[in-house]
């Protein structure tokens, strides 16, 4: 069983910079994939950016390549996603999810890949 709480949202303007956190239990944490995912109002669940654990694979949607950086500290049990450039279309509720065992790289940005979920926090940007 894993646990996953994400920390870090808030409200910036455009232009500027959040790193999200997901401190996560579990003594295999490295054996998990871990991703962000994001979800707009009255939007799906989308993919942001997904790193797998086998071979360090990492996905990042068209919208975010170039501002967003995935990446996990195994020692903390953390997984960061670092947001630069923010723009309003980023706005959205950002959930942490992980799963265990085998991931194929196009399962990575498929919400139905993932067995454990945080409970999300808020990112806004706005001026």
């Known amino acids: 069983q894993v646990q996953l709480v994400e920390s870090g949202g808030g409200l910036v303007q455009p232009g500027g910079s959040l790193t999200l956190s997901c401190p996560a239990s579990g003594r295999t944490w490295s054996q998990y994939s871990m991703a962000w995912f994001r979800q707009a109002p009255g939007k799906e669940r989308e993919g942001v950016a997904a790193?797998?654990?086998?071979?360090?694979?990492?996905y990042y949607a068209d919208s975010v390549k170039g501002r967003f950086t995935i990446s996990r500290d195994n020692a903390k049990n953390t997984l960061y996603l670092q947001m630069n450039n923010l723009k309003p279309e980023d706005t959205g509720v950002y959930y942490c999810?992980?799963?265990?065992?085998?991931?194929?790289?196009?399962?990575?940005?498929?919400?139905?890949?993932?067995?454990?979920w945080g409970q999300g926090t808020q990112v806004t940007v706005s001026s």
């Open positions: 790193l797998r654990s086998s071979d360090g694979n990492r």
């Open positions: 999810a992980a799963r265990a065992g085998r991931m194929i790289v196009s399962g990575l940005r498929s919400p139905s890949s993932y067995e454990y």
